[in-house]
């Protein structure tokens, strides 16, 4: 069994840490295709800033009408002075080509040694006032189509078609590098994603193997608890059915036996069941704003006679007046539960007290006993379910090591804190700790 559930845990953590590194790397993959697409995306915005202000120079030229007329001192300039029509001048990374109608390259000069790469670009009308990128021999360049005006004050320009390139191999390498550095980045991080992966799943299968070994413990504690008395209830009916002709009150022992093992079966449902709701988080809480004075009486008068009936002594100090937020039936249980364990472990001539104090913005009220005491390694065991101190003396008492285990899960609920300490000289005393409404 023991070895099955080793099985079902390894496998569950196994699925748990491909489902963990899958979180992982999908995390990883989108963080980088955002990243470097913010980054492509910044690039090409920054080249196409470029090679729109260079759209913006060739449409706006400044004007370059050359004088012909007298100078100032009324001479003429010289006849043998041609006008020149000025070359087309781009920045270095930026190379212009001026074409005709008819598709014919027109400042091949200027173009110098750039001439050789760019000669068998081809005019396409189709492309204009598009932004494309291109590679002319292994070189990459932003481009844009444009038609000028014909009333450019470049006559180079004016009513020719340009195709302003941008190169940008630099910035293509600088992508690929980012990439390259991006990929690297994500297998060191994928590794370490599964080593953290690996972790993360151990630790995170801890509470649930902690919940299935104490689901398997309650449900074979609670088998064992049911057991018993229908073990009893079974025998003590098959062994009036061997006396038909018996009379009622010939089997009285046997059917008040099967009666109390009744009760007791009912008890333990009742309280499996609020277990059950607890841990379902369904236990319906009716809280109001009340006193000490309200909650505490109906419980403890009952166990008044109760106690002294059995020759122990009962004492109740109660002082204090604080306002608090609870549901009255639940407290009641919790300590009809406190005070019922006291009685059974108080000997005859001891003594059981109930007093109450305030600790900073919390309300105590203790309950204590003269009884044999709790061990320090019992101390929390004692709120765990189905848990006994002494097996055989709480079995002939009629209990199933639920009581306090409730009685912790109320206290919670209430936002307190339950726990046991020594009552010295001898004995045990129980701490019930609630907060305070604050004015």
């Given at each position: 069994?023991?070895s099955?559930?080793?099985?079902?845990?390894?496998?569950?953590?196994f699925?748990?840490f491909?489902?963990?590194?899958?979180?992982?790397a999908?995390?990883?993959?989108?963080l980088?295709l955002?990243?470097?697409?913010?980054?492509?995306?910044?690039?090409?915005?920054?080249?196409?800033?470029?090679?729109?202000?260079?759209?913006?120079?060739?449409?706006?030229?400044?004007?370059?009408?050359?004088n012909?007329?007298?100078?100032?001192?009324?001479?003429?300039?010289?006849?043998?002075?041609?006008?020149?029509?000025?070359s087309?001048?781009?920045p270095?990374?930026?190379?212009?080509?001026?074409?005709?109608?008819?598709?014919?390259?027109?400042?091949?000069?200027?173009?110098?040694?750039?001439?050789?790469?760019l000669?068998?670009?081809k005019?396409?009308?189709?492309?204009l006032?598009?932004?494309q990128?291109?590679?002319i021999k292994?070189?990459?360049f932003?481009?844009?189509?444009?038609?000028?005006?014909?009333?450019?004050?470049?006559?180079?320009y004016?009513?020719?078609?340009v195709?302003?390139?941008?190169?940008?191999?630099?910035?293509?390498?600088?992508?690929?590098?980012?990439?390259?550095?991006?990929?690297i980045?994500?297998?060191?991080?994928?590794?370490i994603?599964?080593?953290?992966?690996y972790?993360?799943?151990?630790?995170?299968?801890?509470?649930?193997?902690?919940?299935?070994?104490?689901?398997?413990?309650?449900v074979?504690?609670?088998?064992?608890?049911l057991?018993t008395p229908?073990?009893?209830?079974?025998?003590?009916?098959?062994?009036?059915?061997t006396?038909?002709?018996k009379?009622i009150?010939?089997?009285?022992e046997?059917?008040s036996?099967?009666?109390d093992?009744?009760?007791?079966?009912?008890?333990?449902?009742?309280?499996l069941?609020d277990?059950?709701?607890?841990d379902?988080a369904?236990?319906?809480?009716?809280?109001e704003?009340t006193?000490?004075?309200?909650?505490?009486?109906?419980?403890?008068?009952p166990?008044k006679?109760?106690?002294?009936?059995?020759?122990?002594?009962?004492?109740?100090?109660l002082?204090?007046?604080?306002?608090?937020?609870?549901?009255?039936?639940?407290?009641?249980?919790?300590?009809i539960?406190?005070?019922?364990?006291a009685?059974?472990?108080?000997?005859?001539?001891?003594?059981?007290r109930?007093?109450?104090?305030?600790?900073?913005?919390?309300?105590?009220?203790?309950?204590s006993?003269?009884?044999?005491?709790?061990?320090d390694?019992?101390?929390?065991?004692?709120?765990?379910?189905f848990?006994?101190?002494?097996?055989?003396?709480?079995?002939s008492s009629g209990?199933?090591?639920?009581?306090?285990?409730?009685?912790k899960?109320?206290?919670?609920n209430?936002?307190?804190?339950?726990?046991?300490?020594?009552?010295?000289p001898?004995?045990?005393?129980?701490?019930?700790?609630?907060?305070?409404?604050?004015?």
């Amino acid at each position: 069994m023991k070895s099955k559930q080793n099985t079902i845990t390894r496998r569950q953590q196994f699925k748990l840490f491909l489902s963990i590194m899958a979180a992982f790397a999908i995390l990883f993959l989108t963080l980088g295709l955002i990243i470097f697409n913010l980054f492509q995306s910044s690039t090409y915005k920054s080249i196409d800033k470029d090679v729109k202000s260079e759209v913006i120079t060739v449409k706006k030229q400044p004007n370059m009408q050359q004088n012909t007329g007298p100078d100032p001192q009324g001479r003429n300039p010289n006849p043998d002075t041609k006008k020149k029509e000025p070359s087309p001048k781009a920045p270095f990374q930026a190379s212009i080509l001026v074409f005709n109608n008819s598709g014919k390259l027109l400042n091949k000069t200027s173009l110098g040694n750039r001439y050789s790469i760019l000669k068998n670009i081809k005019l396409n009308k189709k492309n204009l006032n598009k932004k494309q990128t291109i590679t002319i021999k292994n070189m990459n360049f932003r481009s844009i189509l444009i038609k000028i005006s014909k009333n450019n004050n470049n006559p180079m320009y004016a009513g020719h078609y340009v195709l302003i390139m941008q190169n940008i191999d630099t910035q293509i390498q600088t992508m690929e590098n980012f990439e390259k550095i991006l990929i690297i980045t994500f297998f060191i991080f994928w590794i370490i994603a599964l080593v953290i992966s690996y972790f993360l799943a151990r630790i995170n299968m801890l509470p649930i193997v902690r919940s299935w070994k104490q689901q398997t413990e309650f449900v074979n504690d609670a088998a064992h608890e049911l057991r018993t008395p229908l073990t009893i209830i079974q025998g003590k009916l098959e062994y009036m059915l061997t006396k038909p002709n018996k009379k009622i009150i010939d089997e009285a022992e046997s059917i008040s036996v099967s009666l109390d093992e009744v009760s007791r079966l009912n008890s333990l449902t009742n309280n499996l069941l609020d277990l059950a709701r607890f841990d379902n988080a369904t236990t319906k809480l009716n809280f109001e704003y009340t006193q000490p004075d309200f909650f505490l009486k109906d419980p403890i008068m009952p166990f008044k006679d109760i106690i002294n009936s059995q020759s122990k002594v009962f004492q109740v100090s109660l002082y204090h007046h604080p306002t608090l937020l609870l549901d009255r039936n639940k407290i009641k249980q919790l300590l009809i539960i406190i005070l019922d364990n006291a009685t059974k472990y108080t000997p005859k001539n001891g003594t059981i007290r109930i007093y109450d104090q305030i600790e900073g913005s919390k309300y105590q009220f203790i309950i204590s006993d003269t009884g044999v005491g709790i061990s320090d390694d019992d101390k929390d065991k004692i709120f765990t379910r189905f848990y006994r101190v002494d097996k055989s003396r709480t079995q002939s008492s009629g209990g199933h090591g639920l009581g306090l285990a409730i009685a912790k899960q109320i206290v919670e609920n209430h936002h307190g804190h339950l726990f046991v300490r020594d009552n010295l000289p001898q004995g045990s005393e129980f701490v019930i700790e609630l907060p305070i409404k604050k004015n």
